[in-house]
Nanobody, 122 residues
């Protein structure tokens, strides 16, 4: 069974920080890359960051570059997204995805978690 479970979302004030976690199991773990995406009712799911399981190579969207860090713990099958200096425009549901291709396109990811809400107030 393939499963991704996110956690760590919440409500913070602008300038605050959050660390999101995503635990992968089953076929969702037998992939090459883990990606973080976010979505609001007004926008399609957009890329935030991604990291490969083997080398830990990471890529970030311009919107979060310099304010976020993606990391992984292979022993725990867990990927993290540290979000710092949060802004109201970071408010969204954050999803982790698992896929075979090191790309930033949501459609290329095979498995998705249920999402975790991040709300940033000004």
């Amino acid at each position: 069974q393939a499963q991704l479970v996110e956690s760590g979302g919440g409500a913070v004030q602008a300038g605050g920080s959050l660390r999101l976690s995503c635990v992968a199991s089953g076929r969702a773990r037998d992939t090459y890359v883990m990606g973080w995406f976010r979505q609001t009712p007004e926008k399609e799911r957009e890329f935030v960051a991604r990291i490969t399981w083997n080398s830990g190579a990471s890529t970030y969207a311009d919107a979060v570059k310099g304010r976020s860090t993606v990391s992984r713990d292979n022993a725990k099958n867990t990927v993290y997204l540290q979000l710092n200096s949060l802004k109201p425009e970071d408010t969204a549901v954050y999803f982790c995805g698992s896929g075979r291709y090191d790309v930033s396109v949501a459609g290329a990811y095979s498995y998705w978690g249920q999402g975790t809400q991040v709300t940033v107030s000004s």
